[in-house]
């Protein structure tokens, strides 16, 4: 076999300080191992890291006799598994043998924007962690799945976002081929790879496969490599397939020790195979999205990213027990000079009680710059406003495209008819790379003022005592028709305003909560032993808002004698 060699350039590196896209990487959350991640082990839980640990752009299928993921898995796609051997059982989350840094209790464990499909007889457990999957579930699931049609769509920027960090880390922001410091050298047992000793970031351009003779198994040796250094190793070409048995499961082994700063980044290749029987250290890239990555390497010990599709599987000639260990990568890449991506922050506003859109409102969007929790729009160190006041629309909207940060948006004036709300500050919005492309919104309400309304007090009495008279019935109508007097029939009637009321033994019959406006009433029946009035219909009577707090008060009389005859 001839030997491959790649040799450094002499160029100028471009500076050295950015982490991978979307706050990938690092091991995330308040329980991350205080003293450092522990070699592969079978003892106690040794941490939680919320972080995530395999990522894929397109569908996660497991096959053969593959038997554990170790940490946070998010799939755009879906998470298909239908194993051959090896028992029916794959554990999501927690491995029985692995860092022993599995995420929190009670968070997602699996994230899917597709389908959970668990073929008959088999067993996913990810028993202590929740599955969250946009489309159907299906199988036998341990123990707790959720159905979210929005499960992955948070993550879905990073699919475009790891794709351009693999291209940029491997070929520059020119497209020209980025820098190496290093030689990687294939001798046929071994690829060497020989650092310089001094820079804080190692690169190795590689356009060859990491196999031996023949396309067997080889060994893989880091030299040169200062410590706390950072190890790109970028592996070039339409295909790529490493075979190697080196990498082991005690910490005793070279290789082992680079692993949180070792980042295998594979840009272009279609096809990606990783096999052998080593315990492969470091991170893994692969930037192309239509890119099949296919596992069967014992362990992959360190976050693995696919913007493809990925098989985690066991190798065709027979063995298995295929695991991910979650590691977290904490080195510092190559700077692309990428921004963040910018998104939507936005406020709609609604009336408190119809739900209804409100146009008019006037919001200014401040961003918080001070570091100080809240609002702060005057004083020595206010936050600072972001663009100028935006006034809703017909959708009751107001919407900024801005920077990842938190926001706040302030109303300055209420819709027309709506007093100033006692809450005008509606936030912090926090918009983050990962929701970028959906965005964040708050709902503001405004309570319109009540019309005041009032009560027209009737009161009966006999016209020559001046008792009260009790069951005199009457109707109240309101004047909605705009012409004089009172119409109670045909197609521009008045409008009823209540069911009727009939006098108590006070003479009284109250018509309550009734809105400003012109009434009357129509007396319907009168109390026996009294005369219906030749006219039973008096007003109009006006509550207004200067008389609605106490109401209007109507005195009507009637007169005794039987109906229909004159009484002497």
């Given at each position: 076999?001839?030997?491959?060699t ?19 990487g ?11 991640y ?14 995530i ?5 397109g ?14 898995v998010?799939t ?15 554990n ?5 043998v ?12 699996l ?8 073929a008959?007889g ?17 199988g036998t699931?341990?123990r ?8 992955a ?11 351009a960090?693999s291209?940029c ?31 804080k ?21 880091f ?8 190890i790109?190793?970028?592996?070039t ?10 990498g ?5 082994d070279?290789?082992n ?17 990783f096999k052998?029987t080593?315990?492969?250290q ?9 890119s ?27 063995g298995g ?43 200014q969007l ?10 702060q ?8 406003k ?12 107001c919407?900024?495209?801005v920077?990842?940060g938190t ?16 809450r005008?500050?509606?936030?912090p919005?926090?918009?983050t790379p ?14 319109r003022?009540?019309?005041?309304h009032?009560?027209?007090?009737l ?8 008792r ?9 109508w ?6 004089a ?12 305003a209540?069911?009727g009321?009939?006098?108590n ?5 109250d ?14 029946a009168?109390?026996?032993?009294y ?8 007003g ?5 808002a ?10 009507a009389?009637?007169t ?6 004159d009484?002497k």
């Open positions: 076999m001839s030997t491959a790649v040799t450094a350039a002499a160029l100028t590196l471009p500076a050295v300080a950015a982490p991978l896209p979307g706050g990938l690092p091991c995330l959350g308040s329980g991350c191992p205080a003293t450092g522990p070699a592969v082990n079978n003892g106690p839980i040794a941490g939680r890291d919320n972080n640990n395999i990522f894929v752009g569908d996660f299928r497991v096959r053969g006799a593959a038997a554990e993921a170790e940490g946070r998010v755009l796609g879906s998470f298909d598994m239908n194993k051959s051997s090896g028992g029916g059982l794959y999501l989350g927690v491995a029985g692995g860092s022993r840094v599995p995420p929190a209790v009670g968070t997602d464990w994230t899917t924007g597709g389908n959970v499909t668990i008959p088999q067993r996913l457990d990810a028993d202590g962690g929740v599955v969250r999957h946009a489309g159907t579930a299906t699931i341990i707790r799945s959720v159905a979210d049609p929005a499960a769509r948070p993550f879905e920027p990073l699919r475009a976002e790891l794709s960090a291209r880390y491997a070929h520059g922001t020119d497209g020209r081929g980025r820098p190496a410091t290093g030689t990687a050298v294939n001798n046929g047992s071994e690829t060497v790879f020989t650092g310089d000793g001094t820079s970031l190692q690169v190795f351009n590689v356009d060859f496969d990491l196999v031996g003779r023949n396309g067997g198994q080889e060994g893989v040796r030299t040169g490599i200062p410590a706390d250094a950072t790109l190793v970028n592996l070409g339409g295909a790529r397939v490493i075979n190697t048995y080196s082991g499961i005690t910490d005793d070279p290789l020790r680079l692993r949180q700063r070792l980042l295998w980044n594979i840009p272009d290749a279609k096809s990606v195979e052998g080593g315990q492969f470091g991170s893994i890239l692969v930037g192309d999205q239509g099949e990555s296919t596992v069967t390497l014992p362990g992959i010990n360190g976050r693995f990213f696919t913007t493809g599709s990925l098989t985690h599987t066991s190798a065709a000639t027979g027990g295929q695991e991910f260990h979650a590691y977290p990568f904490d080195g510092d890449l190559p700077d692309c000079g990428s921004t963040p991506p910018e998104g939507d922050v936005s406020v709609v506003k609604k009336d408190a009680e119809t739900g209804k859109a409100l146009p008019g409102a006037r919001f401040w961003k918080e710059t001070n570091d100080t929790p809240g609002l729009t005057t004083g020595t160190g206010p936050d600072t972001s663009g100028g006041i935006c006034t809703t629309g017909p959708g009751g909207a919407r900024t495209t920077e990842p926001y706040y948006w302030q109303e300055t004036q209420p819709p027309a008819g709506y007093p100033v709300p006692a005008t500050v509606f936030g919005l926090t918009l990962a929701n970028a492309a959906r965005g964040v919104q708050v709902t503001a309400t405004n309570t003022p009540k019309e005041p009032g009560t027209i007090h009161v009966k009495h006999d016209a020559k005592t001046g009260p008279l009790q069951g005199a019935v009457f109707e109240l309101r004047e909605t028709n705009g012409r007097g009172l119409q109670t029939t045909g197609r521009d009637a008045d409008r009823r209540d069911s009321c009939a006098t033994r006070r003479g009284r019959c018509f309550p909560d009734q809105p400003l406006g012109s009434y009357y009433l129509r007396e319907t009168v109390p026996e032993g005369r219906l009035p030749g006219n039973p219909v008096s109009p009577y006006r509550l207004t200067a008389n609605a707090a106490a109401g209007v008060t109507v005195t009389k009637n005794p004698g039987e109906p229909g005859k009484k």
